[in-house]
């Protein structure tokens, strides 16, 4: 499902990512976990092309995201193109980036007819359909401004969802959030990644890796260091940056 093959990428003469390496398959569920400015959320925003890499291939179900090549040369792709790619691509960020004049039906229901062109009627019918899942029906004309931190975050949730994504990326998703919210969210997670849902996951919730990720990457410094099933990473750590890491947080 996702191919990361020699990326790089540089943020001015700040070298964030070193030669990144990653495989996800299919229904595979990867929790990403590193210390602060180890190139987690850089690596997000590059496998959608939000940012450009500098170097390597990045490829989404077999389709390479934001560049083509015509003969030898490679091209960056036009915005439009970028766009289509990013559909199969959910994203789920730190910090909710709900439409504040929208309602929580609004915002869920915006993606599926703007950009994937649905019948109104279909997408609202959708996106209470996802409101159930993640137990907030009841809001559907509330406005985010009327919610609780951990109830965006699941209605963003929602809306990534309604996209029909085949991968769902999630950027630290409980970090902004009060410690007595950050349960209904990773409760929501773990539904998603139930029904099979292809998900990648930048977090400090070690017990969340723990207990719903297939495989752990742990990076450091641009870096993957460590990559294999959860339980052997979070148990028996190999690298002495990892074992040391996994101190401090537990």
């Known amino acids: 499902m996702l191919s990361i093959q020699g990326v790089h990428k540089w943020l001015g003469h700040n070298h964030v990512l070193k030669g990144v390496d990653i ?12 210390p602060s400015g180890s190139g987690k959320s850089t690596l997000l925003r590059c496998i959608n092309h939000l940012d450009p890499v500098d170097g390597g ?3 989404v179900a077999g389709e390479r995201i934001g560049y083509e090549t015509h003969g030898t040369t490679l091209y ?3 915005e439009r193109k970028v766009a289509k790619a990013r559909q199969q691509i959910g994203m789920v960020f730190q910090h909710f980036n709900l439409f504040g004049h929208m309602t929580v039906l609004g915002n869920v229901i915006y993606g599926p007819t703007k950009i994937l ?3 109104k009627a279909e997408a609202v019918q959708r996106a209470h359909e996802l409101l159930a899942k993640v137990g907030l029906e009841d809001k559907a004309g509330s406005y985010p401004s009327q919610l609780s931190g951990g109830q965006q975050q699941r209605v963003a949730i929602a809306r990534a969802l309604a996209m029909e994504p085949r991968l769902m990326m999630f950027d630290e998703p409980t970090s902004a959030l009060d410690p007595e919210l950050v349960g209904e969210v990773l ?3 773990r539904q998603v990644a139930e029904e099979g849902m292809t998900m990648v996951v930048v977090t400090h919730e070690i017990g969340f890796a723990r207990e719903v990720a297939d495989r752990v990457v742990f990076m450091d410094q641009g870096r993957v260091l460590e990559d294999g099933p959860a339980r052997d990473v979070l148990d028996n750590p190999q690298h002495e940056r990892t074992a040391g890491f996994l101190r401090r947080v537990h």
Do not use: A
Not at 25 to 33: F, K, N
């Open 23 to 34: 495989t996800v398959r299919t229904g595979e569920i990867v929790c990403i976990l590193g």
């Open 57 to 59: 291939v990045i490829e």
């Open 76 to 78: 960056e792709q036009g």
């Open 117 to 119: 062109g649905k019948p």
């Open 187 to 189: 409760t929501t997670m």
